[in-house]
């Protein structure tokens, strides 16, 4: 088992930045793709950002690209999302999830953390 938390989550005015953070444990984080996904209320999950095992491919859905930045620190079995120019649209819950390959697709995943509310005021 992997166990999985986030943090970094709030409240923050458009335009600002936030920097979520998802902690691993259990298993041999760097064996792990890594990726983020979010759900607004009365909306199916999407697909954010995923990152590969080693780092050195990133993926990102468009509506984020240019805004946000994905990485991980090994070292301390951990995974950011760097998030730049909030909307208010990019409001709502954001989970990590760490499987086998970098995918947007939920089910290529095998282990997910809880998820941090992230609210972007207008």
């Known amino acids: 088992q992997m166990q999985l938390v986030e943090s970094g989550g709030g409240l923050v005015e458009a335009g600002g930045s936030l920097r979520l953070a998802c902690a691993a444990s259990?298993?041999?984080?760097?064996?792990?793709?890594m990726g983020w996904f979010r759900q607004a209320p009365g909306k199916e999950r999407e697909f954010v950002s995923a990152?590969?095992?080693?780092?050195?491919?990133?993926y990102y859905t468009d509506s984020v690209k240019g805004r946000f930045t994905i990485s991980r620190d090994d070292a301390k079995n951990t995974v950011y999302l760097q998030m730049n120019s909030l909307k208010p649209e990019d409001t709502a819950v954001y989970c990590c999830?760490?499987?086998?390959?970098?995918?947007?697709?939920?089910?290529?995943?095998?282990?997910w953390g809880q998820g941090t509310q992230v609210t972007v005021s207008s």
């Open positions: 999830a760490a499987g086998r390959i970098p995918t947007m697709r939920p089910g290529n995943y095998v282990y």
């Open positions: 259990g298993r041999t984080f760097d064996s792990y793709a």
């Open positions: 990152i590969s095992r080693t780092g050195g491919v990133t």
